[in-house]
């Protein structure tokens, strides 16, 4: 598989990328993440040292890999099985993965078991859907569903958040109650 760098100026970030087919989505858009949200860039780049960067939606982890590089405490969450495991290759590749929290999971407005529908299932794809029986896609599979409130509940310190769910937002800060009453 080839390795190839994120378009971060600041640090140099290896990612890999899956050969023909397979790479095409985290070629186009995964190594590009930088040019396709420099608002996002900056949001990372605006948090202080010491701050916890919660990177709910992580996908292979291209600001997961950015909030690590700036030395932030970095907490990334991703229930997609295919970018969960790229996202940790990603980590390992940079002798990362000691420097961030990741969880498997989706964040929801309750502790629960919830289907994850696929648009496509390779790495990097996005614009999945969370929930409910839906009959839009081939591939599903169930996923273990926390609120962000009992995931980031015990972190000690501010915490800043980039969700980034495919329109499943509202979902994920039914789950943040306690959070967003004590920021």
């Known amino acids: 598989m080839p390795y190839k760098t994120l378009d971060y100026i600041a640090a140099k970030i290896v990612m890999r990328v899956g050969e023909g087919v397979e790479g095409q989505i ?3 858009y995964r ?4 040019a396709k949200e420099p608002w ?12 916890w960067f919660i990177d709910v939606g992580a996908n292979v ?7 690590v590089a700036r030395g932030l405490q970095v907490f990334a969450i991703e229930p997609s099985p295919p970018h969960f495991s790229r996202l940790w290759e990603n980590l390992c590749l940079n002798a990362w993965a000691d420097r961030a929290l990741i969880k ?3 964040c929801g407005p309750a502790s629960s078991w919830n289907w994850l529908h696929f648009s496509d299932t390779r790495p990097g794809a996005a614009s999945h859907q969370f929930g409910g029986d839906l009959k839009v896609s081939h591939h599903k599979t169930m996923v273990p569903t926390e609120t962000l409130d009992s995931l980031v509940g015990s ?5 800043w958040l980039k969700i980034d769910v495919d329109g499943a937002e509202l979902a994920v800060l039914q789950g943040a109650n306690e959070l967003l009453v004590d920021q």
Request: charged share 15%; hydrophobic share 40%.
């Open 26 to 28: 985290e070629e186009s």
């Open 31 to 34: 190594l590009k993440a930088c």
């Open 40 to 51: 996002t860039v900056a949001f990372i780049e605006a948090i202080p040292q010491g701050g």
């Open 61 to 67: 982890g291209p600001y997961t890999l950015i909030g």
């Open 104 to 106: 498997c999971v989706a």
């Open 155 to 159: 972190l000690q310190g501010d915490l």
